[in-house]
């Protein structure tokens, strides 16, 4: 090998040299090295469109050998995949940010789908229940082998492809920002079952926005910027600063992750009482317990909480009864009671809900930027029913300088764009429908630290112009940056309350435990 | 940060601008094409005036359908039933006007409410109780089918009165008297409106110019108005050189523009757009995406009642094979258009096209002498390839 400080350590299990890829005049790729030794874990981190999944599509064949230039090392052998069967074949598996489970197949049907144990051609029930079983216990997961896929919640389902890639014999497990869509507990158990792996000599790569995560787990972290390596940081060094990586991975000096803001509080001009809302399909579950809120102008509330606490649900209840069923409770703004009995009225009341997924349920994605951000106020650039193309476009134009959402005009797909410019169009269409009141749901998740700076800005923006601002994250390091006041949500009910000044992940949960401490 | 008002306003290439529209003109460039291939290999008897007119008069009842179509595609779903609602309205109208002798006018209004209430029972199913349109309309399809037939006594019903059958058959009158062949009236009607589209394509670039944001080639926007020009008046020559302009042309024409209008410039045809392009996401930005989908459903079976009640007309009888199969030439004369199976794109001037361009190869076709079968076989691959390169084109 040609670096002398990895000869003293085990020997790399994988040698990626000189990897450049290109897409017709974009190079996504230049010259990228990147070397993972066996039985560590190696983070990979960088921004959004940096080439971190290209780099990975490359190592597992689905950019052929010949598509790129550089060469491949595995196991010390040069390599040539020409799919992502000769890479699995070596024990090289990916698990996708989009899990590639199938819902309504069991767990052992879905583990074993494409190598079933098999008597001449005749699948072995038993043989694969058996094996499923073992695999399971080995991830953690309580699960029946026969239990269906779309019964489990995504942190399971998360262990599944896990135990997917261990039935397939895996020595380089690469994860995909797999806690990107898990709560804290879920995560935290993942990150455990990477650290159990690497015990049992099993080597990972993990893709992740979350640089304390990456802390605590990583041997060693690659940044990738523009295509490029920055660099490797070896943690056993001394301690990783979060802040080196992020000033890697950006190029530039962030002042600190939330930008500085001088809260100017108003009075109340928001106010929910008694809000519950039951569950859709089964009606005796009461998923909102009573939850009551205030919030000033100029303020910004966070709701804090475990997945499935009831955040969103209380979020979309209230805007326009766009979840659940039988729904009471009373919302006034300036003192006044608003009727939000469905979304239309609840626009036009003052309200604006962020959804907190944007491709699925914010923007119309074959679309482009500018009939995205009329859609929730078309009333704006029409008179009697007619558009006025001109005014339409304009109003487009003006969000995109404001918000500085990089593409080459308004008529671009939304589609086409980056999460973080995605989710600025997102902000566009509601900041266009002129809200009095605005629930962001996970403002910024999925987009890279450079993004989430700008969102900071833009909320930070709209509470400093009298607006009730309400965040809700499963990020609390967010949450105490941005917020005035968190709200601690659990089980459908609030349960807990911290200012800005005192607040910190360890109260945060606390008030979440002492309450569980409470049921049992 | 750069500032981001600065691409919009530069004027592309003239190669730059065809590329980037080339969606929207190849379709029309695919129907010059086949034209001029049937006008060679027919040796020139595809143009002939009175091969023109037959070409409108054989698709008037198709290309109107496609116009509802389109927009129940756009919203992503699907109406099977078109061909026997058309159907059943034809044997309704037969019954009413022939058998219990009502005027013609009563008729057609009734006809018409019939179509919007055969809508807007399949809509109810479709939109607020969510069963797939597929389905619903599956069953529309065997119900008007049948009733068509119990009402009829699967026996035609003729003849209907004449001025019922100047609805298809009809033609504007002349006022000035017809000199050298000519049909003086109608060839002035086609003039007027090649002039009123040129003078809108006109007043649009204007003001996108005075806004700064015209994106079009000037060589480029004078060629496309002297082809529509040209297109338009060579189109209403050859129909003025037969017997005139056909009054269900005029309904063609009046529908094109309106439903044009709708789609592309009004809040509900933007809203349409968005229901089929995301519905979840629609619906929470405020849209009341049931009642548009009920709307679409409504308007379908009033226009597939107008279909029905032009092949009345022009068969000059109802009987129980009428509409037999339209529902899937509109639905292809609305894929060949470049909708989408999956909702949210689709253009009122494609499916025109598309169906334009089916009807001039079932027309070809025929004079060639090709049979119904190795038709139906070529019209299939047609409709296949024509996706495709779609399919492929949106993939690059």
């Keep these: 090998m040609l670096d002398p400080v990895s000869l003293p350590e085990k020997p790399p299990i994988l040698e990626m040299r000189g990897i450049s890829k290109s897409f017709g005049a974009v190079k996504a790729l230049s010259d990228v090295s990147f070397t993972v030794r066996e039985g560590e874990i190696h983070a990979l981190v960088g921004e959004n ?81 058996r094996r499923t079983q073992a695999l399971l216990a080995k991830v953690g997961l309580s699960e029946q082998p026969d239990t269906l896929i779309t019964n489990i919640g995504v942190g399971k389902q998360q262990l599944v492809e896990i135990a997917k890639a261990l039935s397939k014999d895996v020595r380089l497990l690469i994860l995909d920002e797999p806690t990107a869509s898990l709560n804290e507990t879920d995560s935290a158990a993942l990150l455990e079952l990477l650290k159990e792996f690497r015990s049992h000599g099993i080597t990972s790569i993990l893709i992740s926005h979350k640089l304390n995560e990456i802390s605590e787990v990583a041997d060693r972290i690659t940044v990738l910027r523009d295509g490029r390596t920055v660099g490797t940081l ?39 009482e008694n809000w519950s809302a039951y569950h859709p399909m089964h009606s005796d579950r009461q998923v909102v317990k009573n939850v009551s809120l205030k919030v000033r102008a100029g303020e910004i509330v966070g709701i804090s909480g475990l997945m499935g606490a009831g955040r969103t649900e209380f979020a979309m209840s209230l805007f326009g009864r766009s979840w659940g069923r039988h729904i009471t409770g009373t919302a006034k703004l300036h003192g006044k009671e608003l009727d939000l009995s469905d979304v239309h009225k609840a626009i036009k009341a003052g309200l604006a809900y962020v959804t907190e997924d944007r491709k699925q349920l914010g923007l119309i994605l074959p679309e482009d930027i500018r009939k995205n951000v009329s859609l929730a106020h078309l009333g704006g650039v029409s008179s009697r029913g007619v558009i006025d193309d001109i005014a339409e476009m304009k109003v487009a134009q003006e969000f995109r300088g404001r918000m500085r959402i990089r593409s080459h005009n308004v008529y671009q797909e939304t589609g086409k764009l980056s999460g973080g410019n995605q989710q600025k169009v997102v902000l566009s269409k509601w900041l266009f429908t002129g809200p009095e009141v605005l629930i962001l749901d996970e403002p910024t998740r999925g987009i890279d630290v450079g993004a989430k700076y700008e969102i900071y800005m833009i909320i930070n923006e709209l509470a400093d112009a009298g607006k009730a601002v309400i965040v809700i994250s499963s990020e609390m390091p967010e949450l105490i940056g941005i917020c005035d006041r968190i709200v601690v949500m659990h089980e459908g009910a609030f349960v807990g309350e911290v200012s800005g000044e005192g607040a910190t992940q360890e109260n945060i949960m606390r008030a979440i435990m002492r309450r569980k401490g409470r049921e049992e | 940060m750069s500032t981001p008002q600065e691409a919009i306003t530069a004027p592309q290439s003239a190669a730059g601008f065809l590329k980037d529209n080339l969606r929207d003109f190849g379709m029309l460039i695919s129907l010059v094409a086949i034209v001029i291939f049937f006008q060679i290999a027919t040796g020139g008897v595809l143009l002939k005036p009175l091969n023109v007119t037959n070409i409108v008069l054989q698709n008037s009842y198709i290309v109107i359908m496609a116009l509802g179509m389109l927009m129940v595609i756009v919203t992503g779903h699907i109406d099977l039933s078109v061909g026997s609602v058309a159907g059943f309205i034809g044997g309704l109208a037969g019954l009413m006007m022939v058998k219990l002798g009502m005027n013609f006018a009563v008729v057609i209004v009734a006809c018409l409410a019939v179509g919007a209430l055969i809508g807007a029972i399949q809509g109810y199913f479709v939109a607020y109780f969510k069963i797939p349109s597929f389905i619903v309309t599956l069953a529309g399809m065997l119900v008007f089918r049948g009733l068509m037939i119990a009402i009829l006594g699967s026996q035609a019903i003729g003849p209907f009165p004449p001025i019922f059958q100047k609805l298809s058959s009809g033609y504007v009158v002349e006022l000035i008297s017809s000199a050298g062949g000519l049909y003086i009236t109608s060839f002035l009607l086609g003039l007027v409106l090649a002039i009123i589209l040129i003078m809108q394509n006109l007043a649009g670039r204007k003001r996108r110019i005075s806004h700064g944001v015209e994106t079009e080639p000037f060589g480029f926007f004078v060629a496309k108005n002297l082809l529509i020009l040209a297109g338009v008046g060579y189109i209403a020559f050859l129909i003025s050189s037969h017997r005139g302009m056909p009054n269900v042309l005029i309904i063609m024409a009046v529908l094109i523009a309106a439903y044009s209008f709708l789609t592309t410039r009004t809040v509900i045809g933007r809203q349409i757009y968005a229901v089929g392009g995301n519905a979840r996401a629609a619906e929470l930005s405020g849209i009341k995406t049931t009642r548009l989908v009920f709307f679409t459903f409504v308007n379908m079976g009033v226009l597939a009642a107008l279909g029905g009640l032009v092949v009345a007309a022009r068969l000059n009888s109802a009987t129980p094979k009428a509409g037999a199969g339209f529902e899937l030439d509109v639905i292809a004369a609305c894929f060949i258009g470049g909708a989408s199976a999956y909702g949210g794109v689709g253009k009122v001037t494609g499916a025109v096209i598309g169906a334009f361009l089916m009807g001039v190869m079932n027309n070809g076709m025929s004079i060639l002498g090709i049979g119904i079968d190795y038709q139906q076989v070529i019209k299939g691959l047609v409709l296949l390839g024509a996706v495709c390169v779609d399919v492929y084109n949106q993939r690059r």
């Design chain 1, 234 to 272: 070896d943690c056993h060094a001394g301690p990783v600063d979060e802040d080196e990586i992020v000033r890697r991975m950006v190029d530039r000096d962030l002042e600190s992750r939330y930008p500085k803001r001088e809260p100017k509080i108003g009075d109340v001009i928001f106010e929910v």
């Design chain 1, 49 to 129: 469109g940096a080439g971190k999944s290209t780099l990975m599509k490359v190592l597992s064949g689905v950019y052929p050998h010949g598509s790129y230039e550089g060469s491949i090392l595995f196991d010390g052998e040069e390599r040539h995949f020409h799919n992502i069967n000769n890479s699995e074949a070596l024990g090289i598996i990916i698990i996708h940010q989009e899990l590639a489970l199938i819902p309504l197949m069991s767990i052992a049907e879905n583990i074993f789908l494409t190598h079933p144990p098999a008597r001449h051609g005749i699948i072995d029930r038993g043989e694969r229940h």
